[in-house]
Nanobody
Framework: QMQLVESGGGLVQPGGSLRLSCAASGFILDYYAMSWFRQAPGKERERVSC????????YYVNSLKGRFTISRDNDKNTVYLQMNSLKPEDTAVYYC??????????????WGKGTLVTVSS
């Protein structure tokens, strides 16, 4: 059974850092592009980052470039989102997802349940 489980969320002060993890089971994560999405209260879900299969390329929403970094550890079958210089507007539930293709974009077929990130003093 294919499954994605996020972890690493929590409460952090503005300017702080968090690293989110997304552990995959039931499939080999490196074969597929993996995306991180977020949904803030009262807002639509948005894709924040994506890493293609074999880690060939990474993509970020423009507003987050330089602060967020996506990566994967194939030995752990896990994808990460390192978030630095966090701002209150980064507060959201963060989800990982895959469309089971090697490229970013398109519809997502599998989603994790999300992990809450709260940036507040």
């Amino acid at each position: 059974q294919m499954q994605l489980v996020e972890s690493g969320g929590g409460l952090v002060q503005p300017g702080g850092s968090l690293r989110l993890s997304c552990a995959a089971s039931g499939f080999i994560l490196d074969y597929y592009a993996m995306s991180w999405f977020r949904q803030a209260p009262g807002k639509e879900r948005e894709r924040v980052s994506c890493i293609t299969s074999r880690s060939a390329s990474t993509y970020y929403v423009n507003s987050l470039k330089g602060r967020f970094t996506i990566s994967r550890d194939n030995d752990k079958n896990t994808v990460y989102l390192q978030m630095n210089s966090l701002k209150p507007e980064d507060t959201a539930v963060y989800y990982c997802a895959t469309g089971l293709t090697g490229v970013c974009g398109g519809d997502m077929d599998y989603w994790g349940k999300g992990t809450l990130v709260t940036v507040s003093s």
